[in-house]
């Protein structure tokens, strides 16, 4: 049975990327077959399809999910946004020197304000005090 330090493997830094490549074509591939593991360029993936294989496409991106910021004490958060679950609310990590309480409201980059209004294990549900939708919110100042 497999472990789940069996798929503990470091990635550098400098080799995720934050935008995708300017050529697509560039953008590298790694091939996985049974007795070995390429790097490839995205170019050459034609040669590795056959007839009959199913693909499989992920459109999912990246969201800009890191906001800094401040407790209404004025101590400084740092608040990365795990999931969105309504244009207004969302479950979010937040670092801090001391624990936010409940209630209270932050302020996030460019005034954004946001209240914690539950703590679920280690994420922290936050309504936006926003009229923009929080995936706007994040592309613009996340």
């Known amino acids: 049975m497999s472990k789940l330090s069996d798929f503990d493997y470091v ?3 400098e080799l995720i990327a934050q935008f995708p490549a300017e050529n697509r074509t560039s ?4 091939v996985a077959t049974k007795s070995a593991l390429k790097h490839e360029n995205f170019l050459d993936f034609l040669s590795y399809v056959n007839p009959g294989d199913l ?3 992920n459109d999912t991106k990246v969201i800009p ?8 004490s004025g101590g400084k958060i740092d608040c990365l946004i795990e999931r969105v679950l309504s244009d ?9 020197s001391h624990a936010p309480k409940l209630n209270s409201k932050i302020i ?14 280690n994420l922290y549900e936050l309504y936006f005090l926003s009229d923009e939708p929080l995936f706007l919110l994040l592309e613009k100042f996340g």
């Open 11 to 13: 990635l550098p830094t």
């Open 27 to 30: 953008s590298r591939l790694l």
């Open 55 to 57: 693909l499989i496409f």
């Open 65 to 72: 999910a890191r906001l800094f910021g401040q407790k209404e």
């Open 88 to 96: 207004h609310s969302a479950l979010a990590h937040i670092r801090a």
């Open 108 to 121: 996030l980059a460019h005034n954004i304000e946001a209240k914690i209004v539950n703590k679920q294990n």
